[in-house]
């Protein structure tokens, strides 16, 4: 059974930093490829950051130099830094695996979810 658990979201003011985290099992996040994704309250979900199977890194345009991605092959986790955060970096979190055919930043091409957690930057 796959399970990614999201961690390390809560309330900061617009400058501060936040590290999430997600913790898999069940799927190897090294031989995945891995995102994250955002939702805001009325809004879509966006994808923030993919890796693709432990290689390239893509950014949303909206955060790149601000938030960056790694992940701990050891632990099986992966995490997302963020860094100069603003109000309108807002949301919930997802952690998202195991990318199928489906484009890039599209939420269907993943087949693992977790559960999300909640970022709320305030200015």
């Known amino acids: 059974q796959v399970q990614l658990v999201e961690s390390g979201g809560g309330s900061v003011q617009a400058g501060g930093s936040l590290r999430l985290s997600c913790a898999a099992s069940g799927v190897t996040v090294s031989l995945n490829s891995v995102a994250w994704f955002r939702q805001a309250q009325g809004k879509e979900r966006e994808g923030v950051v993919v890796?693709?199977?432990?290689?390239?890194?893509y950014y949303n345009d909206s955060v790149k130099g601000r938030f960056t991605f790694s992940q701990d092959n050891a632990k099986n986790t992966v995490y997302l830094q963020m860094n100069s955060l603003k109000p309108e970096d807002t949301a919930m979190y997802y952690c998202?695996?195991?990318?199928?055919?489906?484009?890039?930043?599209?939420?269907?091409?993943?087949?693992?979810w977790g559960q999300g957690t909640q970022v709320t930057v305030s200015s």
């Open positions: 998202a695996a195991a990318k199928n055919g489906g484009p890039l930043w599209a939420a269907d091409s993943y087949n693992y």
């Open positions: 890796n693709l199977l432990g290689n390239d890194t």
